[in-house]
């Protein structure tokens, strides 16, 4: 028993054969086709919808040798069909319920009606002859070609269904000997297209494979893709709304089938003109004109990624404590149903002899930011606090997950767009236990634009003034150390603002106390402390 219903389709045979009985049958078959119109496979859950519809199936020049054991097709054609491919919501595909076998009730065999042999039968000792093997058959065909075909793919497990076709898609396959463990050429190209996308993106496959064992050495090439097909994933995770993007790879990869797979992973990706908002409002959340990934390269089980050069060019994102005192980053994030009420579960005990997987080892050989644009506003102050660092450009060079090396940072940029700002050091936040020596300094940054802190915490605008700020810090084994100097000229407060958090404290003195006769403010300490702590 089946799970589907197949519409008879208009089936055309045609052959010329010779037929000899002298000993063994022989039967030669040539010029041999078949032409199947108008096959369509149904769902017996679903006799509305077709599974797969497939207008022309045929298979042309085929000869057939039965002495020989030999069969050769000349060309397998299956033109424009469809196949509607649907995820149901716990992850079940229709192909793999429509192919399964039907269930049904088996008569079970009554113990007492085993035959049980005599007591007094003596075991046989004779060895079973050993069978002939059997001569394989030899079957060749010279070209498989789908063309013009349709993948509509739909997962019904996001909130709001995916739904995504491929179209029009093309597979060729050459000199195929299915029976043999020889290598063959796939070649696969298709469109890709969604109703939430405009454009469609390409996708190009050639694959040298082999079936026993399996390997396979495949070149990836994807032109075009747009993120915004992916949003049903996106809007169950986050409250977020790609806008925009679109995703470039050319990869080489590599996989054989072993105990432990080896995978490689070769080539360069990208994403260009991505743009991040907030769901259902028109603010920015995360957005860049492209994103190059160039030489990367990753293998399996040595489970290493390595990357040459990572490229970012003009960056925008923010950070904002809103008014309730949340942030946009926790208003985005979407708690997993039922997790409030969940169950601990308890983890399973892992036995001594097994060890731990081995983190992954991870190099980049360089970073490039250009034309980063980073925000930041504090809608809790009155009136809101707001600052920016723009036009900030350097570089990120050596990271890496050994705990021996450390990366060279050297950014600069501005501080509220005049203030001049640079980042420059050592660090490496990828090890286990993360290091830096850095040192930070800007200069010359307008003091008015803390008023809204001043005016809470300290009861005064500030009316003039500038800071500038030169600190340097050194984490090494969790213990952080920290030289800061902080130099304020020229700060004047101005109005009285009343507020409920204000400290009263005589901020004015202290001002005329610290300053100098130039009006300068010079303040230099240290800090330090254990992370573990």
Known sequence: P??????????AFKTKFSMQMDGALGL???????????????????????????????VNDVSLNLLQQSVVVGNFQAD???????????????????????????????????????ANATPSTAAAPTPTPAKPWDVLIHQVRFTNYTINIRDEKPAQAFALSLTPLSINIDEWKPLLPERFTVQLQTGITSEKIQQAGQLQINTQLQLTPLVADTHVNLQQFQLPAIQSYVQDAVRAQIKEGQVNAALDIHF??????VVGVQGTAGIKKLSIKEQGRD???????????????????????????????????????????????????????????????????????????????????????????????????????????SQLSGSIKG?????????????KGKVDRYAPVVISGKLNPLAEKPSLDTHLAFNNLELTTFTPYSGTYAGFKIKQGQLSLDINYQLVDNKIQGKNKI???????????????AIDLPLRLAIALLRDENGVIDLGFDVGGDLND
């Open 487 to 501: 130099v304020m000229n020229q700060l004047q407060l101005g109005e009285v603002v009343q507020s409920a958090k």
């Open 2 to 11: 089946v799970n589907f219903h197949l519409q008879a389709p208009h089936l």
């Open 283 to 389: 603010k920015n959340l995360l957005q860049w004109d492209a994103l190059d990934i160039a030489g990367l390269s990753f293998q399996l089980p040595a489970n290493a990624l390595k990357i040459d050069k990572v490229t970012l060019e003009k960056p925008e994102t923010g950070f904002v404590i809103n008014e309730d005192g949340s942030t946009n980053i926790q208003k985005m994030l979407i708690a997993s149903s039922g997790s409030a009420n969940k169950t601990p579960v308890k983890k399973p005990t892992v036995a001594k002899s097994e060890k731990p997987a081995a983190p992954m080892k991870l190099a980049i050989g360089a970073v490039t930011i250009r034309g980063a644009n980073l925000g930041f506003a504090d809608l809790t102050m009155k009136p809101n606090f707001k600052v920016a660092m």
């Open 399 to 411: 990271l890496s997950s050994d705990p021996k090396t450390q990366a060279s940072i050297d950014l």
């Open 256 to 261: 054989e089938s072993a105990e432990k797979p």
């Open 80 to 118: 424009n069909g469809v196949v509607n491919l649907v995820l149901d919501k716990h992850g079940v595909a229709n192909l793999q319920t429509v192919f399964s076998p039907a269930v049904e009730e088996q008569a079970v065999a009554s113990p007492t009606a085993t035959a049980l042999p005599p």
């Open 28 to 58: 030669q078959a040539v010029n041999t086709s078949l032409a199947l119109n108008d096959l369509s496979l149904y769902s017996k859950d679903n006799v509305a919808a077709p599974v797969i519809q497939l207008p022309l199936l045929s």
